[in-house]
């Protein structure tokens, strides 16, 4: 038996990449052969795929799809029937690219349409969240499985980078958002609670926005403009960019406070990482937070800045809500490590094809 996993993109540092290695690891630590197919491949996980312009079938093969935006991957799963297994990890409504990337509108826009074209195509089909598996029935899939993203927890216990974590030492209290520099993730009103916050609150704070700043350049740009507009310099407002893992280790390991704007998440592993070092977590309540936070943050139902900035400070500031939500996200970090085991995943597998 060999079992290949198909994505579109295999990047260093995302979510779904990661949670493919995790599995591939696995795979091959339990004496199963594994392969790891993608058209696009980051110089640092290079050595552990193949591209999709050279893979071979071989016989017996099991094939996952990692399922997030269209790609010539599609027309392949269109074509060949077999032993196959779609994960959804859900698509981006094309409107929050709208006026920032064309390109990004047609991808998510025709990434929609095809799926729905998927529907018996896979005799297996997981989705990584709740909230994902409603959007596939909606379009017609039955017989859906839920699984979350797989991350390893130890990982996050390895080395850090002491010398960046420094920068973050200097009496401010440090507020944080992860993640990819999107126009869903709402970075904007990140940076306009900043602002609303030190005029009501206190000075002392800043916010770290950890993640890809080159995925729309020109919402990244626009989140610039916003910045210099409200005055706000590089001790308020810090972009860390692409870092590398210790780094992300680091900016974790400063934050007293993550705080999510975000208006579309199929699952939001951020909220997940922050758990494992018991960040207090302060979510806007939009697709999967509250299924992925499952009780262990502060969930918001609007996005008044005024009350925001006064739940924050509060976090910030009362030692017991502080302690409560870092108990709740341990206890949330200890939940999801059972609840992601590779080797679910795999029984899961084996049950569909060896009955």
Known sequence: MIIDQFLSGFHYGDAIGNSVLRFHKF????????????ITIDDAVREYCTPFSEYKEEEDSIRIYHYAISSPINDYFLRNTGKNILIYHNITPSEYFRGFSEELVSLTEKGRKEL????????????????NASELKEIGFSNIKTFPIMISRKEYNSEYSESYMEIFKDGR????????????????DLIKFLSVYKKIASNDVRLIIAGNVDSVPHYF???????NELGLDLKDLFFTGHIPFRELISVYRSADLFLSMSEHEGFCLPLIESSFFRIPVIAYKAGAVEETLAGSGILLSNKNLEKVALVAEKVLNDENISIKLAEAAGLRADRYERESDPGILLKLILEEFNG
């Open 221 to 227: 740009s626009s989140l610039l403009s916003l910045k």
């Open 173 to 188: 209290k440090n507020i944080l958002f992860v993640g990819r520099i999107t126009p869903n993730k709402k970075i904007e």
């Open 116 to 131: 729905s074209l998927f529907s018996d195509k896979f005799n297996l089909v997981i989705a990584d969240s709740d909230f």
């Open 27 to 38: 795979l091959m630590l339990k004496g199963i052969k594994s392969r790891i197919v993608a």
